[in-house]
């Protein structure tokens, strides 16, 4: 049965939409830790080398890749790893292929997980895994909109992105149409992270 989110279970009220300031924060904030990322990369890049990252990544043999999808999926439902961690490492250890694979595997696996935790344990549960201000948050961002309304909202930095997948089930949300939202969404931006790791640091030429 489709919960409501119009109001909290608590006297607390729903999160207002964010500011056009907020967002610019948001965006910003995005910029500075992609710019921090870049350069560590950088710093590292000397010590490095591609024959000694190879061999990490084949020392590892299916295991490693397995691991990837586990943690990218785990970083979904519950891990506080920032969600542009797993698909750089993906791309580095794996290239520009296999990498973005790995990616998706474990953003479908995670996102369809935090769908059916919300449909089937509601808003209580949901509240418990995330926090009450997360979930108001997410449901403020999608109430009274369709489906479609998902798709920016995942590409967007710093949306809720996976308090989105919970509150999509909580609200009874078609699986199918969740699915595409994420298919376009969500999936094509962590593959092309993952893309753009594996192919950059192709080109440091190591």
């Known amino acids: 049965m489709k919960e409501s989110l119009g109001e909290p279970a608590t006297p607390e009220r729903a999160v207002p939409p964010e500011s056009r300031a907020s967002q610019i924060r948001r965006i910003a904030i995005f910029v500075l830790i992609v710019a921090g990322l870049s350069g560590l990369i950088l710093a590292f890049v000397p010590h490095l080398s591609r024959e000694r990252v ?4 084949k020392g590892a043999g299916v295991w490693g890749p397995l691991l990837l ?17 797993v698909p750089v490492v993906a791309g580095v250890l794996y ?3 296999v990498g973005p694979l790995v990616t998706v595997l474990g953003t479908i696996l995670g996102s369809s997980g935090a769908y059916w935790i919300g449909r089937t344990g509601g808003r209580r549960v949901t509240e418990r895994l995330l ?4 979930v108001a948050k997410a449901g403020s961002l999608l109430r009274g909109r369709r489906w479609i309304a998902l798709v920016p909202l995942f590409l967007f930095p710093f949306s809720p992105a996976d308090a989105l997948c919970f509150v999509a089930g909580i609200v009874d949300m078609a699986w199918s149409r969740f699915l595409l939202a994420v298919a ?6 962590d593959a092309l ?6 192919l950059g ?3 440091f030429g190591l």
């Open 54 to 57: 190879h061999a990490w990544a």
């Open 69 to 85: 999808v586990g943690i990218q999926a785990g970083q979904i439902l519950a891990a506080p790893i920032p969600g542009i961690f």
């Open 95 to 97: 290239g520009p292929v």
């Open 131 to 134: 926090g009450r201000g997360a």
């Open 184 to 189: 376009i969404g969500r999936v094509p931006k």
């Open 193 to 198: 992270l993952a893309a753009a790791a594996g």
């Open 201 to 203: 640091w192709r080109m």
